[in-house]
């Protein structure tokens, strides 16, 4: 067991080794860069949407942060789910957030006008 551990420890402290990790970040930032724009532009595209559907709803710009929360989290949850178990997460989203007090059928909205996730039973 304390072989393991010795194991483990050497292991961490060859790949923390502050100028291996420059290195291997060097080679890698170019990539990393990429998907970063990519994934900025993504997010923006979504709280575009989101941003139409409120002021569609003739919502107060107070309430906009919130409801813009809302989308990124479904947005986050879409990025790595599917599914019947996407449309169960972004339930769970939408009661909490109808719980801290937004609207539901505007919560509703952002999510099938802005977001394109189906409702339960749209599966």
Not at 28 to 56: D, F, G, I, K, N
Not at 58 to 64: G, M, R
Not at 73 to 92: C, D, H, I, Q
Request: no cysteine.
């Amino acid at each position: 067991m304390a072989k393991s551990l010795l194991k483990r420890l050497e292991w961490w402290l060859a790949k923390t080794e502050p100028d291996m990790v420059h290195q291997r970040l060097k080679a890698l930032r170019e990539a990393m860069r990429r998907h970063y724009e990519a994934e900025q532009a993504a997010l923006w595209e979504v709280e575009t949407r989101v941003r139409q559907v409120l002021h569609s709803a003739d919502l107060p710009s107070i309430l906009y942060p919130f409801y813009l929360d809302f989308g990124r989290e479904v947005f986050a949850r879409k990025r790595r789910l599917a599914g019947s178990s996407l449309v169960r997460e972004v339930r769970v989203l939408l009661e909490k957030w109808v719980l801290r007090g937004l609207d539901r059928e505007l919560l509703n909205r952002v999510r099938d006008g802005a977001l394109s996730v189906p409702g339960p039973g749209e599966e």
